[in-house]
Structure formats: structure tokens, C-alpha cells
């Protein structure tokens, strides 16, 4: 009879999980660059085979049965985003894949948003972020907005035509390996400059957040999680009773 607990407890903490990943994917709809982020959940008998088991992935059977529900991973969608004219100068977007790369306090972080300014001392940045690093590594001087640019990053001046730079569009073989930080950045690994990106002036790639189906999946998870939270209060009727009626007989 205590097995229906687990189930429903941890039902309740799945749905409340994946709440949040849908709150956030809904709070940043209008960010430029942001990517879908989605919560997997996977039995805790699961979890515990990744975590005792040997290079062979050979595993022990820890149980007949699991009855709680345990946190995977957040899966994060690359999928590209509609890139979106903005007619400002310092604005790009990145059409395929890669990164723009900046440096950071802490280290070089990657993001899709591409809505960059120029700092105190001329700099191409992105705001409270870092400054822009070319294809080569270096950050990129500009001294003006008054530019022009091409569909592969390189940068002009917008009188006389002087090359300026080129924006790096990193790429990654494992793009799995990267981690969003807590402030939207990615981190977690070194990527390679592109021979030959894409690269979109005055526009800034919108987020590929479905609204629709996230809005669907707040309101199902919503849905179950006060399904859950009902079910559980007719168990704790039933308990009670169980512990008062039934010790009496």
C-alpha cells in the first residue's frame, strides 16, 4: 500500500522539474539566441546502473522494481532560430551551426545572441558579457558603428571599405559537451573557428522556443501535478484509516 507514495512523490517532483525547464524556455521567448532546453526523466534503477556499473556497461540488477522517478538531464535543442531584421548595425546572426565567442572575466563563453555594442575603448561586445573574438582568437577593434559587413562575418568600414575583422563562428564535434551557465552563456569546451560561416548583418536570430508547445506542455505537467497532489491525500485518508480502523479489529 506505501508504494503508491513513491509513485506519486516522485511524479510530483518530475512535473515540478519540468515546470521550471518550461518557465524558463516561456521567460526567455524573446531572448536572441536562446535555445529550447527540455528535462528527460529516467527510473532511479536507471541512474543507479549508470552510476555502479563497469566499462562494459554490464550491470547488476538492483531491484525487481523502481517506483521513484529520477532526474536525467536537460536536453538542449540546437535547432536553428528564425533570424530577424533589425537594421542595427552592430546586430548579427549565425545561419547553420556555430557560436559567437567572447571573453569573458572567467573565460571564453559561446552564445548565439548576436546583439553586440562597442565598449568604452572601441571594442566589438557583448554587454556585460565580454568582448568579441575573431576568427583567430583576438578581440576586434572597430573604434565606429558606422559599418558594413558581408554574409561571411568580415567587417568594413562603411566610407573607404578597411577591413576591420572577421567575427569567429566557432564550431564543436561534441556539441552535447556544452552547458548553459547561469547567466545564458555556453560553456564547457574549446571550439574550432568555421572555414567558411554564414553570418547575417543587422539581424539577430530569435529564440527557436515553441510557445505553443511549451505552453501545452505547462499546462498537461500542471494538470498532473495536481492530479498527483489529490491522489495523494486519498492515500493519506486511507492510511489513516488503515492505522486507526483496521488496529482496532
Known sequence: MFKGFYNLTSGMLTQQRNLNVVANNLTNVSTAGYKESRYLASTFDDVMYNSVGNKKKE???????????????IYISYAQGIPEPTDIPLDFAIYGEGFFAIQGDGGTVYTRAGSFSLDEEGYLCLPGQ???L??????????????????????????????????????????????????????????TAADNPTVYWKY???????????MTAMLTSQRSLQSAAQVTKMYDEVMGHAASDVGRM
Open 59 to 73: 550491470y547488476t540488477e538492483i531491484g525487481r522494481q523502481s517506483y521513484i522517478r529520477a532526474n536525467d538531464e
Open 134 to 191: 575573431d576568427s583567430m582568437g583576438q578581440t576586434i577593434y572597430l573604434g565606429t558603428d558606422k559599418i558594413t559587413a558581408d554574409e561571411h562575418g568580415n567587417i568594413y568600414t562603411e566610407e573607404d571599405k578597411n577591413f576591420l575583422g572577421q567575427l569567429g563562428v566557432y564550431e564543436f564535434d561534441d556539441v552535447e559537451q556544452l552547458e548553459y551557465n547561469d547567466e545564458g552563456m555556453f560553456v564547457g569546451g574549446n571550439g
Open 204 to 214: 539577430l536570430e530569435r529564440s527557436n522556443t515553441d510557445m505553443i508547445r511549451q
Open 130 to 132: 565580454g568582448r568579441v
